[in-house]
């Protein structure tokens, strides 16, 4: 997929969102929404395995990207989505930051490779096997 960056995560659904919650508290970044699909499916009468999707960032990181091109604040705040799949391993995905200012023609290198390292280390702590 285009601009899908996916890793498996060593640790269940439950224990990726608590540990990118504390990876985004330890950095002050805010968590502007948590979406629990699963939890909206249940109360539509629908199954599915668990599906979180994590909302945050901070303004300091993500306007730059903006003032380099504003559309791409359609895909900011950024967002991490963590699952389960039929084998009953977690994963965790987000779009690729370069793939994000390509999509808005955002000539912003040095903001794109920071906030592209940034998101990788989040996954990481979330994701991680420590």
């Known amino acids: 997929m285009d601009g899908f960056v996916a890793r498996e995560s060593a640790h269940d659904v439950s224990a990726t969102l608590q540990r990118l919650k504390d990876a985004l508290a330890a950095k002050a970044i805010t968590i502007f929404s948590v979406i629990d699909h699963a939890e ?3 109360q539509a009468g629908l199954s599915l395995r668990p599906t979180v999707v994590v909302i945050f960032g901070n303004p300091k990181a993500g306007t730059p990207l903006m ?4 559309t791409a ?5 950024l967002k991490i989505l963590i ?5 009953g391993k977690t994963h965790l995905a987000y779009n690729d930051l370069a793939w994000i200012a390509a999509r808005h ?3 912003a290198p040095n903001v794109v ?6 998101l990788a280390r989040l996954a990481e702590e979330a994701a991680g096997r420590n």
């Open 40 to 42: 909206g499916a249940a």
């Open 67 to 70: 003032q380099a091109s504003q």
């Open 73 to 77: 604040g359609i895909d900011l705040p």
């Open 83 to 87: 699952w389960e799949d039929e084998a």
């Open 105 to 107: 023609g955002a000539d």
């Open 113 to 118: 490779s920071a906030l592209a390292a940034a």
